[in-house]
C-alpha cells in the first residue's frame, strides 16, 4: 500500500466546532441575542452537517435578520479567521511527510471559506495537495473527490491509501468505497452501530498519524501491522484533478 494519508478537514485537522462556538458568540452579541439564542444556534448547526443555505434560510427566519445570502457570506469570511490547527497537528504531519507520505486534505465545503481555513492555520505548507468540493464540484462521500486529491498529488487510488476523517459516513463509508483504508477520529463519541467500523479507531488526529507511521514501521519490518484491528484491513482497487500546493 502506497503511504497516501487523505485527512478531512473540519473537526479532523481543525477544531471546526470551537470557531462556530465562537461565530455563534459574536453573532449574539452583535444582533443582542439571548444564550436562548446561542444554544439554538449551536443545536441547529448540528455540528456542521446541514447544508449553509439551509442553516442560514432558518436563521433569518428565526430572528428576522438580514437576508440568508448576507449572514452566508459574513461568515464565510470570518469562519477562517476563528478557526484553529493545534501546532501539534502541524507537528504530526511533518512528521508524516518527513517518513515518506504523501498529505492531502479531503474537505466539502465553500471554496472560500475552506481555502481560508486552510491557508490561516499553516496547512497549505503542511500538505502536497487538497480536494475541496466547492472547486471540485463533488462532495464526500463520492470517490471522486478521493481521486481528486490523490491525483493532485500525482498518485492513483489504485495504489490504496488512509482516509482520516471524523465522519462515519463521508470519511469512513466514502474512504471504504474507495477502496481505501479508513482511520475514524471518534473526538469521543461511539461508533454508530448500524455501520461496519473503521479499520482503526482514535480520538484525535496526532493519534492518527502515529497509528500511520506505526503501521508503516510494521510493513517495513515484515511484520504484523500495530494494534489491534477493528475488522480486515481493506486491500486497494481499481478507479476533476486539483492543482498540487505551490
Not at 449574539?28 to 446561542?38: I, K, P, Q, V
Not at 471522486?144 to 469512513?172: H, K, N, T
Amino acid at each position: 500500500m502506497q503511504r497516501l494519508a487523505l485527512f478531512d478537514l473540519d473537526n479532523t485537522l481543525v477544531d471546526r466546532s470551537e470557531a462556530f462556538r465562537r461565530w455563534a458568540v459574536e453573532f449574539c452579541a452583535d444582533h443582542g441575542l439571548s444564550d436562548d439564542a446561542l444554544a439554538w444556534l449551536i443545536a441547529t448547526d448540528q455540528d456542521g452537517f446541514v447544508p449553509r443555505d439551509w442553516f442560514f434560510g432558518e436563521v433569518a427566519d428565526r430572528f428576522g435578520l438580514a437576508s440568508r445570502d448576507t449572514m452566508w457570506g459574513q461568515y464565510r469570511r470570518r469562519m477562517p479567521e476563528l478557526v484553529s490547527c493545534p501546532e501539534e497537528v502541524l507537528a504530526s504531519l511533518t512528521l508524516l511527510r518527513d517518513d515518506g507520505w504523501t498529505v492531502a486534505i479531503v474537505t466539502n465545503g465553500q471554496a472560500d471559506n475552506q481555502l481560508g481555513k486552510i491557508r490561516r492555520t499553516g496547512l497549505d505548507r503542511r500538505v502536497d495537495a487538497w480536494a475541496v468540493s466547492g472547486e471540485v464540484g463533488i462532495r464526500k462521500p463520492a470517490r471522486e473527490i478521493f481521486e481528486a486529491a490523490a491525483r493532485g498529488c500525482g498518485l492513483d487510488l489504485r495504489g490504496g491509501g488512509w482516509v482520516i476523517g471524523d465522519s462515519p459516513v463521508l470519511d469512513v463509508e466514502g474512504g471504504r468505497a474507495a477502496g481505501l483504508a479508513t482511520l475514524w477520529v471518534s473526538r469521543g463519541k461511539g461508533w454508530p452501530s448500524e455501520l461496519a467500523p473503521p479499520d482503526r479507531t482514535v480520538t484525535d488526529v496526532v493519534a492518527a498519524v502515529q497509528v500511520l507511521r506505526d503501521e508503516d514501521t510494521a510493513v517495513r519490518k515484515g511484520g504484523e501491522p500495530g494494534g489491534e484491528p477493528m475488522n480486515q484491513m481493506v486491500k486497494p482497487p481499481s478507479t476533476l484533478t486539483v492543482a498540487p500546493v505551490r
